[in-house]
């Protein structure tokens, strides 16, 4: 079939934050979400990981997380605290200000449980919106969830995202990953899902700390290009 008449769709990966799997990974993928050196990393990582990503052609997103690296931003944020509320905003806009500092990235994308917590209403979706508003950057978010609501009101593009390596509830939320099959490993249930969820997305995602991420997003790649699908940006 010709690269013109195949549908395209893009492959990202979570990585500069420290786990050893990122030049593996940008061989692979087409996008990659950066860690902004708070939940994980450093801000020298991010720095050194975008310019890997430059080599490689990579387009490069934000990955800003609540400054959490005793949970590694997973630990979700107690909005009746406003003490903490205030700080994870100021965190936040930090970290978007420092790392567009480095490059104007392609978009943002909510780290861990900023995420989760955007796609409801209440302080992290308000936090988000203010971002993307500020930063005028689509948003990478989660396909059929809150995160369509968040970027009509900031006004930007979503790019609708869904996970080869996590597991779905029937509702098309993600299972927390405190619970059994929060995760997924084996890769003929990941090529299923992946093959599933990809006519409805502009990007899958692939996790850079999850074991087997490498040999993961080689199968995701390969089961999508089997599929008819060109994998790009």
């Known amino acids: 079939m010709s690269d ?127 971002l993307l508003s500020v930063f005028r950057l689509p948003l990478l978010g989660l396909w059929q969830s809150g995160h369509e609501r968040v970027a009509q009101e900031a006004g930007v593009p979503l790019i609708r995202e869904a996970f080869a390596d996590r597991g779905y509830r029937p509702d098309g939320t993600l299972i927390d990953r405190r619970e059994s099959g929060a ?11 992946v093959v599933r969820l990809a006519p409805h997305v502009d990007s899958i995602c692939v996790h850079g700390d999850t074991p087997g991420c490498v040999e993961i997003a080689v199968h995701v790649r390969q089961t999508l290009e089997a599929s008819g699908y060109e994998v790009g940006t």
């Open 183 to 193: 995760v997924l490993s084996d890769l003929d249930e990941i090529g299923r899902q």
């Open 4 to 130: 013109l008449l195949r549908p395209r769709i893009d492959l990202n990966v979570d990585i500069g934050e420290g786990h050893p799997y990122d030049a593996a990974l940008l061989e692979v993928a087409t996008s990659a979400n950066v860690g902004c050196g708070e939940h994980a990393g450093s801000y020298a990582l991010s720095v050194l990981t975008v310019a890997e990503c430059r080599q490689r052609r990579v387009r490069v997103g934000a990955h800003p997380g609540f400054p959490d690296r005793a949970g590694m931003g997973r630990t979700q944020l107690d909005i009746q605290d406003a003490g903490a509320v205030r700080r994870a905003y100021e965190s936040l806009l930090s970290q978007m200000r420092r790392f567009t500092g480095i490059i104007r990235p392609a978009y943002v994308k909510p780290h861990g449980a900023f995420y989760h917590a955007s796609q409801v209403p209440g302080p992290a979706q308000a936090i988000l919106v203010d």
